[in-house]
C-alpha cells in the first residue's frame, strides 16, 4: 500500500527553525518532493530529493533518508509569510504519479 | 513561468446536475492529473493522463470521468453530482515522465460545492 505521514500541525516563532518530518511506505520510489501552500491557494514546488542527504536551498532545506522512508523539510528564520501548509509527496517508479501526505499546517505566530 | 488555468474559482452544483471542470497548461506537458484535496485527507488523485486521448484511473475515480482531446486540455466531468463530491479539485501538469527533477505544476483550484 502506499502510505505517506506528517505531522497534521505545528507552531513556531518567527525567526525560529522548524523541522516538518514526513515518513513513507511506497511501493515505488523515484523521487520525494516537498510543496508549500499558502490557505485557498495552489501548492508550489519547494524542493526535490531522489538522493540521500540535504539538499539547501536558501532559507529552506530538505533531508532524505530512503532506507529509512524518511524526509524532513527544514525552515531557517521564519517569516510570517511562512505560514502556511507543508505537503510531502513521493513519485512513483515510473515517474507519473505522485502520492501525497496529509499535509502539515504551520503557523508562525510573532 | 509555466501556467496552468481552470476554468472556474468557485462553483454551486445542485445534486444530480452533470459538471464540467476544465484545465488548460501552456507548457507542452505530456501528464496532467485531477485531484480533490479535503481536509485531514490531502490530495487524493482521481484520474491522470500521460497523453492525448489517454487515461489512468487513480485513487478515487468512482462518479468521475475525464477527456483529453487536446494536449493542453484535461476535463473532469462529474456525471451526476452528489454532496460528497463538495470538495477543492486541483489539476496539474508535468513534464516527461521519469526526468529527474520535473515536478507537477498546479492550477489555482476549483472549489465546488454540490447542494
Known amino acids: 500500500g502506499q502510505n505517506i505521514d506528517q505531522p497534521t500541525e505545528m507552531t513556531a516563532t518567527e525567526g525560529a527553525i522548524v523541522q516538518i518530518n514526513c515518513t513513507y511506505q511506497?511501493?515505488?520510489?523515484?523521487?520525494l518532493f516537498w510543496y508549500q501552500q499558502h490557505a485557498g491557494e495552489a501548492p508550489t514546488f519547494l524542493s526535490y530529493?531522489?538522493?540521500?542527504g540535504l539538499e539547501e536551498k536558501g532559507r529552506f532545506s530538505s533531508f532524505l533518508s530512503r532506507s529509512k522512508g524518511y524526509s524532513y523539510l527544514l525552515l531557517k528564520e521564519l517569516q510570517m509569510k511562512d505560514s502556511a501548509s507543508y505537503l510531502c509527496?513521493?513519485?512513483?517508479?515510473?515517474?507519473?504519479?505522485?502520492?501525497f501526505g496529509p499535509g502539515t499546517r504551520l503557523s508562525v505566530l510573532p | 513561468d509555466v501556467k496552468v488555468t481552470q476554468s472556474s474559482r468557485y462553483l454551486v452544483k445542485r445534486t444530480g446536475e452533470k459538471v464540467f471542470l476544465e484545465c488548460v497548461q501552456d507548457m507542452d506537458h505530456e501528464n496532467m492529473f485531477w485531484y480533490r484535496q479535503d481536509p485531514g485527507l490531502g490530495l487524493r488523485l482521481i484520474y491522470f493522463?500521460?497523453?492525448?486521448?489517454?487515461?489512468e484511473k487513480g485513487d478515487i475515480p468512482e462518479g468521475y470521468s475525464v477527456s483529453r482531446e487536446k494536449k493542453e486540455r484535461f476535463s473532469l466531468i462529474l456525471e451526476s453530482a452528489s454532496t460528497n463530491q463538495t470538495s477543492m479539485y486541483l489539476c496539474a501538469s508535468g513534464g516527461t515522465s521519469g526526468s529527474s527533477t520535473d515536478t507537477q505544476y498546479f492550477g489555482p483550484g476549483t472549489r465546488l460545492t454540490v447542494l
Open positions: 511506497t511501493s515505488g520510489f523515484n523521487g
Open positions: 509527496a513521493v513519485r512513483d517508479n515510473y515517474g507519473q504519479n505522485f502520492v
Open positions: 530529493n531522489v538522493l540521500d
Open positions: 493522463s500521460y497523453d492525448v486521448k489517454m487515461k
